[in-house]
């Protein structure tokens, strides 16, 4: 069934509720024109696959009956306002006009009433108080899949509709081996391209669903099968070898470049930097810029850092937090010349730029570049993009800052629950809960608060996120189970949980005893001697 009566009854009462009433010249006529040009400016079409639709109508019985309105017409264009032709007429009891579309295209309406005397209400020329596009066309919609490397995919997509529906547009790919469909993250767009890593080798099978705004859809599906993606080379860059050191660390060796670690690119952090990555100065071949990659993968925001414990090493601003050692760095490639792209290099460095390594190169040159560290810490990076003539930017000096910091954070933060007490006098429906949470940079509202009337769970929330204040005020329901274990959990910037659980029950008592007199009984004294 169309949406189109259904909006125009909501917008004709909150139309009545603004105005309190139709006025004389808007009668039938405004009643479409008035409620459409408050929510859709009068000019945005409403989109329907069925050529057969209701129109309904509203009216001011009081004024109706003053003007000694006979009946009301609908009129209609079918060529956007130069002729208008009438399309059926109905008296002010009928409250609808049903409207059958020969074919598709956009329909202009007007109404107008008719007096008794034959005179229109409004009299001259039509204005449009409704526009309907009839579509009932689906989409063209094609889906293209290769291998563009060993192990690397590339999806083509287009979508063909004059009326496409972009936040409509789903794309989803499954993996050899495995059972489940995963969303490929896009820009919404009629078409593009988008690539990632296969983690194996087998059949490789991607679908989409479009839509256009009248509600037809169409899918599209493909499949490829693609070689093994075996890590050509599971070196690491070997950190007694810098490329570049501080003068009073000199006489270094240059390291062989270590060969980039592949793994599935779609299943990782993904790091999106700011700012350029190559030295400002320098213009020898084309530059790097992070940018948010055309691969699925989730960007990681940077954190809101928190005053930690002294014991923790300070993490660099603007860093960016992952919760593992293998993660992806998003960039983009400028000023590229007519050579292309030779090579993309990553430099590392474990101590803001006093050393600085050579990671290795992307062997594809295509967004993001995958890269695993050794273990926990903070790593800084730059890239130096090389022309295919070979023409690139010196590597990064001396003393450079970092393009980007990672702070590769696998422990979850410390976090305690202290004795909680329940409130006295009038207080005594409230429960303090405290607790101690630490951790080297806390996410921003990284605590939550639990109950569950059995140690397993299921858990329901007390509070949803919130500031790491040490205590939390809680109001018992008098209906509350009276029997309950109390949950407190912590959330690092990087992704990583800690909880911690009363290990007994608590026993909340809302109960205020009473005592009432009820009886009066006589001791008998003892009898006399």
Known sequence: MSRIPQKLGKLGKRLRRRTGRWGFRTLISLALIAAFSSQLHAADPVFTKNHKFRIPFQFDQAEMKRIGAAQIELHVSADQGRTWTRSSVASPQDGRFTYDADANGEFWFSVRTIDQQGKAHPDGRHTPGLKVIVDDTPPLFELRLREVSTGRVELSWQVD?????????????????????????????????????????????????????????????????????????????????????????????????????????????????????????????????????????????????????????????????????????????????????????????????????????????????????????????????????????????PGEVPSINVVVDLAPPVVRLLPIRQGQGNRFDQVTIQWQADDQALADNPIAVYYAAQPNGPWEPISGWTANTGTFEWRIDPNQQRRLYIRVEARDAAGNLATATSPQPLFFDLAKPTAKIVDVEAVPSSAPR
């Open 161 to 397: 509709d004059d009326n496409i529906d972009l936040n409509a547009l789903v794309l989803e790919s499954r993996e050899p081996g495995s059972a489940e469909w995963h969303p490929v993250q896009i820009r919404a767009a009629a078409r593009g391209q988008t690539s990632w890593t296969i983690g194996g080798e087998g059949l490789v099978e991607v679908r989409g669903r479009a839509k256009d705004l009248a509600g037809n859809s169409v899918s599209a599906e493909d499949a490829i099968r693609v070689a093994s993606n075996t890590p050509r080379n599971n070196s690491r860059p070997d950190f007694s070898k810098p490329v570049a050191t501080l003068p009073d660390l000199q006489g270094a060796e240059t390291p062989k470049t270590a060969a980039m670690p592949s793994y599935g690119g779609d299943r990782l952090p993904q790091i999106i930097g700011s700012g350029n990555v190559g030295p400002g100065n320098s213009d020898r071949g084309p530059s790097v810029r992070p940018a948010v990659p055309v691969s699925t993968g989730s960007s990681i925001a940077p954190p809101v850092l928190h005053d930690v414990a002294r014991n923790y090493a300070p993490v660099p601003a603007g860093a960016r937090l992952v919760n593992s050692k293998t993660f992806n760095i998003g960039y983009q490639i400028e000023d590229e010349g007519p050579s292309g792209i030779g090579d993309i290099d990553l430099f590392i460095t474990e101590d803001g730029g006093r050393k600085w390594f050579n990671y290795g190169t992307d062997p594809d040159r295509r967004s993001p570049f995958t890269v695993t560290v050794p273990r926990d810490g903070t790593f800084g990076f730059a890239m130096r993009a090389r022309s295919g003539v070979g023409l690139a930017a010196d590597p990064p000096q």
